[in-house]
């Protein structure tokens, strides 16, 4: 069974910065790509950062240049450092791998429970 983690999320003032992690367990493949997504109240669930196989990575425009995805060379640990947060910022972030559990196996997506993250203006 794969298990995804996200210690830690909480309030941080406007301007600030915080960091995600997210701890992967259990018996996993291959994973294409971690993902981090956000989703504020009465909103959809947004992708905000992806960072690929290949390490290639990518952003929401509406964090680009103050977010950054990093992963673990062990591939059990994805990042996700924030900084100059907005109150736009503030949602439940859920940590996201896209995997397969074995070579013969489809890749499917495996989420977290989510952390609350809140930015105080």
């Known amino acids: 069974q794969v298990q995804l983690v996200e210690p830690g999320g909480g309030l941080v003032e406007a301007g600030g910065s915080l960091t995600l992690s997210c701890v992967v367990s259990?018996?996993?493949?291959?994973?294409?790509?971690m993902n981090w997504y956000r989703q504020a109240p009465r909103k959809q669930r947004e992708l905000v950062a992806t960072?690929?196989?290949?390490?290639?990575?990518s952003y929401a425009d509406s964090v680009e240049g103050r977010f950054t995805i990093v992963r673990d060379n062990g591939n059990d640990r994805v990042y996700l450092l924030m900084n100059s947060l907005k109150p736009d910022d503030t949602a439940v972030y859920y940590c996201?791998?896209?995997?397969?559990?074995?070579?013969?196996?489809?890749?499917?997506?495996?989420w977290g429970k989510g952390t609350l993250v809140t930015v105080s203006s």
């Open positions: 996201n791998i896209f995997g397969q559990r074995g070579l013969w196996s489809s890749a499917m997506n495996y």
């Open positions: 960072i690929r196989s290949s390490n290639s990575q």
């Open positions: 259990g018996s996993i493949y291959s994973i294409k790509s």
